[in-house]
């Protein structure tokens, strides 16, 4: 079993920055394929970027266009997503989200585990 939490959301303005992490605690994180998604109101959950268990391979929604950034650190059992140029349509929540195995990294149904999510919002 594999606990995942959220942090690092926020309000921040138009054209401003956060970074979220996601802190994994049980089985071995290295060994988990990650991933990043979000919710916006009244809409599906989105693909927003995954990463390899080594780290080594990244993934992006197609929105993202080079605006985000996934990485991670073994280490200490985290993955981060490091947002700039947000834009109110970024307004969402943001949901971490862990598989192991073979699987897509853009599908939701990929995933074993998830967060809680963190709330990020995008004035204008």
């Known amino acids: 079993q594999v606990q995942l939490v959220e942090s690092g959301g926020g309000l921040v303005q138009a054209g401003g920055s956060l970074r979220l992490s996601c802190v994994a605690s049980?089985?071995?994180?290295?060994?988990?394929?990650m991933g990043w998604f979000r919710r916006a109101p009244g809409k599906e959950r989105e693909f927003v970027g995954g990463?390899?268990?080594?780290?080594?391979?990244?993934y992006y929604g197609d929105f993202v266009k080079g605006r985000f950034t996934v990485s991670r650190e073994n280490a200490k059992n985290t993955v981060y997503l490091q947002m700039t140029s947000l834009k109110p349509e970024d307004t969402a929540v943001y949901y971490c989200a862990a598989y192991i195995g073979s699987g897509n990294y853009y599908l939701t149904s990929s995933y074993n585990y998830w967060g809680q999510g963190t709330q990020v919002t995008v004035s204008s």
């Open positions: 049980g089985r071995t994180f290295s060994s988990y394929r």
């Open positions: 990463i390899s268990t080594s780290g080594t391979s990244t």
